[in-house]
């Protein structure tokens, strides 16, 4: 067949991230659980009759870099000549798909008139699918899968559009929560049904020939322009050492070690050097592990480029057989989300000397607790899940964002949502002043969200981090404050370990108290006028500006308006510059030349 003209093929590239993004549209309108319905803890993609990931919606990087595989895992139980229309095969093993048992992966055949066309793909994090805690993520007391929930591999749930009974029902026996799991697995499969029809239509519209013959050109233009950008990476061996804080009480930090190659057009990440697999729920399954690395490479070489299968093949992912980023089975990995930020952070570190300009800082850690217990209002067990998602590390040449996800597309559930669906009342919902890494261009600040919780039986299972490792800062910048988590917060407050499994009483709080974000550049280099914005907006305090940026705040008296005296002076924070270029000399003559590469630095004491 010919080439297909450009003019065609930018159409059907179009309405291939169009169906990605109707089937997104259509979980997001019909979930049950907050998490995919405020949170968008899920994603979806386009894959063509081989299997191979050809479009992707706007969401989760650590579930479409497993994507791929577990697409090709569900195709090797269940190959293509045993599929018909109408059948959907389910998994959430966690090597098969993306590394814990609350990722449901449900895969979905598109026939045309008897012909396989391609396939649409859908994962979504389910509320609890049983286990040691509610939620399915406990860190403490966790030594193999079996203990974190139910484990599915590759099955047809769906057989030719009929919902097969019994195994729904053996999934609904093995939740706290059976309404929300299969109402979001239901939604999952009517999303799926409209990506299939969409397929269809294309297909009908252009001719399969065409259409297959479009996928193939997309997929290699991506990998091709992904080659392409590599390049522009200049060749060498790039390491980097970060740690996460633990692997629950009393246990010692996890080392994130990576080797980063760039040879010409293609690139080797290489974790050899990270710490061996953990006898609890800290582990990360290859897939995930690969998920994080590929989106740290898309975001530094072609980030506005395609997600595809092209975009993956220049880049190989390696770790140890055994490391905690590449367990043995039945290792445990329910709380494994916790370590993405580390894996997609570190290789941002390795890469930061070869592309100084295209980086960022170490961004604000997000947490993930989930709590269970008895709502007396309801009277009926819940489960809450909470992402508290905080500020994002500076770069070249702007400052982080504040309250954001970073490594992966999701959301801050709304106070709104939390409140009107779970024995909760959100009391404080607020960005940190000071906690802020400082720089040329600062991180953006920590996120503090209090939650008292009207629950008998209170069970919190909490999973947060850098409480110890701050987030580095680049090329001068500071770390961003450390994190904590604390019950009841004040006078006779209790701290709590940012792994740990514990019980709360029914009004206790729960405050969530997130590290700040890394700082970019000498601090001393940043504008006045920029810090001095920062202390209006209370970002920052007059004594950090003094203490951090050597900048002199003071209140002078100018003109001002005010509604009946409009000539009266009124108090304002202004710059002293004239102290300010004092402070700046003398602390500038006393500052140790700082490493132009990052690294990792602990929470003083």
């Not at 179009?14 to 997001?28: F, P």
């Not at 390795?350 to 607790?369: D, G, I, K, Q």
Request: aromatic share 8%; charged share 25%.
């Amino acid at each position: 067949m010919a080439p297909v003209d450009p003019i065609t093929l930018g159409v059907i590239w179009g309405a291939l991230q169009s169906i990605a993004v109707e089937v997104g549209t259509t979980v997001h309108r019909t979930a049950y659980s907050e998490q995919a319905r405020e949170g968008q803890d899920f994603s979806v993609a386009v894959f063509d009759r081989a299997g191979r990931m050809v479009a992707q919606g706007p969401y989760s990087p650590g579930h479409m870099g497993a994507m791929s595989f577990a697409v090709r895992n569900a195709l090797a139980a269940h190959p293509v000549e045993t599929l018909r229309p109408g059948d959907a095969i389910l998994l959430n093993d966690p090597l098969l798909g993306s590394g814990h048992l609350p990722d449901f992966f449900i895969t979905q055949p598109a026939f045309h008139q008897g012909e396989l066309i391609g396939f649409a793909v859908n994962i979504l994090h389910h509320t609890d699918v049983g286990g040691q805690r509610p939620g399915s993520q406990g860190v403490e007391g966790i030594f193999d899968y079996f203990q974190e929930g139910l484990r599915i591999p590759p099955t047809k749930v769906w057989k030719q559009y009929e919902e097969q009974e019994g195994i729904v029902g053996i999934i609904a026996a093995n939740t706290r929560t059976p309404e929300k799991v299969l109402g979001d697995l239901r939604a999952q499969r009517s999303a799926l049904r409209v990506g299939e029809l969409r397929l269809v239509e294309l297909v009908e519209r252009y001719g399969r020939a065409m259409v297959f013959a479009a996928m193939d050109e997309i997929v290699a233009r991506t990998e091709a322009n992904m080659r392409a950008a590599i390049r522009g990476v200049p060749d060498g061996a790039y390491t980097f050492e970060d740690f996460l804080d633990d692997y629950g009480p009393g246990t010692e930090p996890l080392r994130v070690f990576v080797t980063v190659t760039v040879d010409g057009d293609s690139m080797v990440i290489d974790y050899e050097g990270s710490s061996p697999q953990t006898p609890s729920g800290m582990n990360s399954y290859i897939n995930y592990t690969r998920s994080y690395s590929y989106a740290a490479v898309k975001c530094l070489t072609d980030p506005f480029g395609p997600m595809n299968e092209g975009a993956l093949r220049p880049i190989a992912v390696r770790a140890p057989a055994g490391s905690f980023l590449n367990p043995r089975p039945p290792a445990g990995g329910g709380p494994r989300a916790i370590i993405c930020y580390r894996t997609f952070e570190a290789v941002i570190g390795a890469l930061a000397r070869a592309v100084p300009e295209r980086v960022a800082a170490a961004s604000s850690h997000f947490a993930n607790p989930t709590f269970g217990g008895w709502d007396r209002r309801r009277q009926r067990r819940f489960v809450a899940y909470e992402l508290v998602l905080s500020g994002t590390g500076a770069r070249a040449t702007t400052d982080g964002c504040e309250a954001m996800a970073n490594a992966f597309n999701a959301s801050n559930i709304p106070v709104e949502a939390q409140e009107a669906n779970q024995p909760i009342i959100v009391e404080r919902f607020e960005l940190i002043r000071d906690s802020a890494g400082a720089g040329r261009f600062r991180g953006g600040c920590g996120v503090r969200r209090d939650m008292r919780f009207l629950a008998d039986e209170g069970k919190l299972t909490n999973l947060s981090e850098r409480q110890r490792f701050r987030p580095y800062g680049l090329f001068g910048g500071e770390p961003g404050a450390p994190a904590r988590t604390v019950i009841n917060p004040g006078p006779g407050e209790e701290i709590v370990h940012g792994k740990e499994s514990r019980e709360f009483a029914y009004g206790d709080v729960v405050s969530f108290q997130q590290s700040g974000a890394g700082g970019y550049g000498d601090p001393l280099a940043r504008d006045p006028r920029r810090v001095l914005e920062d202390v209006l907006d209370d970002y920052v305090s007059v004594e950090a500006a003094r203490a951090e940026y050597g900048v002199v705040i003071i209140a002078g008296d100018v003109e001002g308006a005010n509604i009946g005296r409009p000539s009266a002076p009124t108090a304002e924070l202004v710059v002293d510059e004239e102290a300010t270029d004092a402070l700046r000399r003398r602390l500038g003559s006393h500052a140790v030349p700082s490493a132009r590469h990052p690294r990792a630095e602990p929470a003083r004491e």
